[in-house]
Each structure stands twice: as structure tokens, then as C-alpha cells.
């Protein structure tokens, strides 16, 4: 690609038509610029390039009217498009070989600008794993990162609560017009304030599961390192990881249980050469060096009772379910439990009581609690 330059709109249509043309991935359309010049010299040569190849039937090329009407559509909701020719296109994210050619922007733009931090982790989270993501965006933010994230249930939602007053950036899987999960629109809506969502899929477009994949190597892109809170075995989260390896990223984990699945993949990628990860401390120690600046972190005050809770309907309508959900082998405490869930003392001391007369609850000093 060119030296960072301003499209213009009608060149912005023509890099929007090849993006979404069949068969046109990120490396492909470098390629068709490379080889032709422009996006519109390159959309003028596909029919011949696929006549040529042998294509068994006509290219599906995007036409102008549809790259009009997701253009005026996207506008309408605030979404700005930022092609990777741009100076406003994020640096790091421009650095990787299949970055976005088209960057689906809505919020406040200069977070892109930021240093920025990756957290990501389980859907089926902890209590504990949400507490310490909780308390590391807080830090991290206090310190003058944005936290990067995926808008998703558990680790994900979690990040991006803790970080909504100093910036966060969430990646979407699909287009911004089909949040996902629906829940979260208000957590989107709320960290659009001082943060962003990004995305590199159409509009309109509904996440299909591989999707997932490919936002996650934004997350890691974005970022300057990438925090794995909680994850099993096979996760999204670890490919996160793998892609941030990949991507010459640093690497960091939370030590978690050898008992508890959901730690199974943070402590393989300790044994592995993540650095590991008990405070913000640790980040912003790997970090320092490579963004070249100091980094302190700001006193903040948050009372727990501020902390927004995890709606119970993450969890299905089991109360009972999303409580045994929260615990593992980490002890936490009840209060936590119920600011988690948001159900009440009552109800959560029944729950607690279930599990203890079945054997599965083990009590600790200071009212703490944990699966035993």
C-alpha cells in the first residue's frame, strides 16, 4: 500500500465494491492493488482475471448501488468507513499482512490513537476471572490504555465495563447494525461515549461462527498485547493468542487453578512463554519498552457498589445456573456473587446452602466460598 493518504468518496466506493466482491479477501485485494493500481482498474480486470482462471461460472462483483446504499446506511448510524490508505487507520492493525482494507469506524475515533491493551477471556466466566478483569481495565485504563475487546459475555463484557470512563474499543464480529449478543447494545451504547466499535464486515452483516476468528485477529492487531483472563482448553481466546504470537504481540496470562477447565488454556500458554500476569504492573512493565513512554497509573476510586452487574440473563433464567456458573476452584466471596448476578442475599444463600448439602461447596474464612 501507498504512503497514508484521504479518499475521496467516489475512490472509497470503489475500494467498498472490491472488499465485498466474491473471492476478494483482505491479501487478495493488497494484491489486485498492487498489480493494477487502484481498486477501480482492478474491479475493471476481474471478469478476465476469473475467465482466465476458469472460473465455472460469473464473479459476483458488488455493485456500485449496493456499496451506495451500505455506505448512506452506515452513515446514517454514525459508522464512518476508514480505508487502510488513511492516516486516521490504526498503525498497529495497518502492520498486519491481512488487515482490513475497509475499517468500519463509530465512536470516538481518536481511541484508535491510544496505546491500546487486549482483554479477552471465557463467555462462561468465573467470579474470580471477571473480578481481576474487572480490576485490570480499571488499572490499565487509570494508567492511559484503551481496552481492547470483543463485546462478548463473561471476560469480554467485563473489560469493557470496568473501562468505559477512560476508552475502550470493542471488535465486532459482525456489521453494526446486528450487535452480538443482543444484551449487550446498552454496554455498546454506553462505551461509545469515550471509546469505539469497530468492525470490518458489512453493515448489515449477522455473525456466522467463522466470523469470530477473523475478529479476533483485529483484537490482537489493535493492540500492543493481548491479556488472556480465563480460558479452556479449546477457546477463542487462545487463538487470540496465537494470532497475537503471530502478529508479534506480547503474550500475557492469568495463572488460574490447575482444577478449573477454564484455566486449563491461560496456564498452557504460560508453559508456553506467556508472560504471566497478577497486576497491571506486570503489563505495563513488558509494555513500556515497546511504546517508548513512562506509564503510571492513576489513583481511582471505585466503590464495589458502582461496579454495573452482569445481568442474570447472560446465564439463562436459572438463577441457580448462573450462581454454580461464577464459582470454581478460586474462593470468592458472596458479596460478589450477588453483585455478579444480581440476585438477592436470599437467594443467593439458598443457592449456596443447595450446593453445601450436596457436597459441592467448600466455605472459607472471610466469607469466601468455592466448588469443591
Same mark, same amino acid.
Given at each position: 500500500?501507498?504512503?497514508?493518504?484521504?479518499?475521496?468518496?467516489?475512490?472509497?466506493?470503489?475500494?467498498?465494491? #472490491?472488499i465485498?466482491?466474491?473471492? !476478494?479477501?483482505?491479501?487478495?485485494?493488497r494484491?489486485?492493488?498492487?498489480?493494477f493500481?487502484?481498486?477501480?482498474?482492478?474491479?475493471?480486470?476481474?471478469?478476465?482475471?476469473?475467465q +482466465?482462471?476458469r472460473?465455472?461460472r460469473?464473479?459476483?462483483?458488488?455493485?456500485?448501488?449496493h456499496?451506495?446504499?451500505? #455506505?448512506?446506511?452506515a452513515?446514517?448510524?454514525?459508522?464512518e468507513?476508514v480505508?487502510?490508505?488513511e492516516?486516521?487507520y490504526?498503525?498497529?492493525? +495497518?502492520?498486519?499482512?491481512?488487515?482490513?482494507?475497509?475499517?468500519?469506524?463509530?465512536?470516538?475515533?481518536?481511541?484508535?490513537?491510544?496505546?491500546?491493551i487486549?482483554?479477552?477471556?471465557s463467555?462462561?466466566?468465573?467470579?474470580?476471572?471477571?473480578?481481576?478483569?474487572g480490576?485490570?481495565?480499571r488499572? #490499565?485504563g487509570?494508567?492511559? &490504555?484503551?481496552v481492547?475487546? $470483543?463485546?462478548a459475555?463473561?471476560?469480554?463484557?467485563?473489560?469493557?465495563?470496568?473501562?468505559?470512563?477512560?476508552?475502550?474499543?470493542? !471488535?465486532?464480529a459482525?456489521?453494526?447494525?446486528?450487535?452480538?449478543?443482543?444484551?449487550?447494545l446498552?454496554?455498546?451504547?454506553?462505551?461509545?461515549?469515550?471509546?469505539?466499535?469497530v468492525?470490518e464486515?458489512?453493515?448489515?452483516?449477522?455473525?456466522?461462527?467463522?466470523? &469470530?476468528?477473523?475478529?479476533?485477529?483485529?483484537?490482537?492487531?489493535?493492540?500492543?498485547?493481548v491479556?488472556?483472563?480465563?480460558?479452556?482448553?479449546r477457546?477463542?481466546s487462545?487463538?487470540?493468542?496465537?494470532?497475537?504470537?503471530?502478529?508479534?504481540?506480547?503474550?500475557?496470562?492469568?495463572?488460574?487453578?490447575?482444577?478449573?477447565?477454564?484455566?486449563?488454556?491461560?496456564?498452557?500458554l504460560?508453559?508456553?512463554?506467556a508472560?504471566p500476569?497478577t497486576?497491571?504492573?506486570?503489563?505495563?512493565?513488558?509494555?513500556?519498552?515497546?511504546?517508548?513512554?513512562? !506509564?503510571?497509573?492513576?489513583?481511582?476510586?471505585e466503590?464495589?457498589s458502582?461496579?454495573?452487574?452482569?445481568?442474570s440473563?447472560?446465564?439463562?433464567?436459572?438463577?441457580?445456573?448462573?450462581?454454580?456458573?461464577?464459582?470454581g476452584?478460586?474462593?470468592?466471596s458472596?458479596?460478589?456473587?450477588?453483585?455478579?448476578?444480581?440476585?438477592?442475599?436470599?437467594?443467593?444463600?439458598?443457592?449456596?446452602?443447595? #450446593?453445601?448439602?450436596?457436597?459441592?461447596?467448600?466455605?472459607? $474464612?472471610?466469607?469466601?466460598v468455592?466448588?469443591?
Amino acid at each position: 500500500m501507498s504512503e497514508p493518504t484521504q479518499l475521496s468518496d467516489d475512490d472509497r466506493l470503489d475500494w467498498l465494491r #472490491l472488499i465485498r466482491t466474491e473471492n !476478494v479477501g483482505p491479501r487478495t485485494f493488497r494484491d489486485l492493488i498492487g498489480h493494477f493500481g487502484s481498486a477501480r482498474a482492478a474491479l475493471a480486470a476481474l471478469p478476465g482475471l476469473a475467465q +482466465r482462471g476458469r472460473s465455472a461460472r460469473s464473479l459476483r462483483i458488488y455493485s456500485r448501488a449496493h456499496a451506495e446504499a451500505e #455506505l448512506t446506511a452506515a452513515r446514517s448510524a454514525g459508522v464512518e468507513y476508514v480505508a487502510l490508505d488513511e492516516p486516521t487507520y490504526p498503525m498497529r492493525l +495497518r502492520m498486519i499482512d491481512d488487515a482490513p482494507p475497509l475499517l468500519a469506524v463509530r465512536g470516538k475515533p481518536d481511541v484508535l490513537a491510544r496505546p491500546l491493551i487486549a482483554i479477552v477471556g471465557s463467555r462462561n466466566a468465573s467470579a474470580a476471572g471477571v473480578k481481576f478483569s474487572g480490576q485490570i481495565a480499571r488499572d #490499565l485504563g487509570a494508567a492511559g &490504555f484503551v481496552v481492547v475487546s $470483543g463485546l462478548a459475555r463473561g471476560i469480554d463484557a467485563a473489560a469493557h465495563r470496568a473501562s468505559v470512563g477512560t476508552g475502550t474499543i470493542a !471488535v465486532l464480529a459482525g456489521g453494526h447494525a446486528q450487535i452480538y449478543p443482543p444484551e449487550h447494545l446498552d454496554l455498546l451504547e454506553e462505551l461509545l461515549v469515550n471509546g469505539a466499535a469497530v468492525s470490518e464486515m458489512p453493515f448489515a452483516r449477522e455473525p456466522r461462527a467463522h466470523d &469470530f476468528p477473523r475478529r479476533n485477529r483485529i483484537i490482537s492487531g489493535l493492540s500492543v498485547g493481548v491479556i488472556v483472563v480465563e480460558a479452556a482448553r479449546r477457546s477463542g481466546s487462545l487463538i487470540t493468542a496465537r494470532l497475537a504470537g503471530e502478529q508479534g504481540r506480547e503474550v500475557f496470562a492469568v495463572p488460574g487453578s490447575p482444577l478449573d477447565p477454564r484455566s486449563d488454556g491461560t496456564n498452557g500458554l504460560l508453559k508456553q512463554g506467556a508472560t504471566p500476569v497478577t497486576e497491571a504492573a506486570d503489563v505495563i512493565a513488558a509494555i513500556e519498552p515497546i511504546i517508548g513512554q513512562p !506509564v503510571s497509573i492513576a489513583p481511582v476510586y471505585e466503590p464495589e457498589s458502582d461496579t454495573p452487574a452482569i445481568s442474570s440473563s447472560e446465564f439463562g433464567e436459572d438463577e441457580r445456573g448462573g450462581i454454580v456458573a461464577l464459582l470454581g476452584p478460586t474462593p470468592v466471596s458472596t458479596d460478589d456473587l450477588m453483585r455478579l448476578t444480581g440476585a438477592s442475599p436470599a437467594t443467593v444463600r439458598a443457592i449456596l446452602l443447595e #450446593l453445601e448439602i450436596a457436597g459441592r461447596l467448600e466455605r472459607h $474464612g472471610a466469607g469466601l466460598v468455592s466448588l469443591a
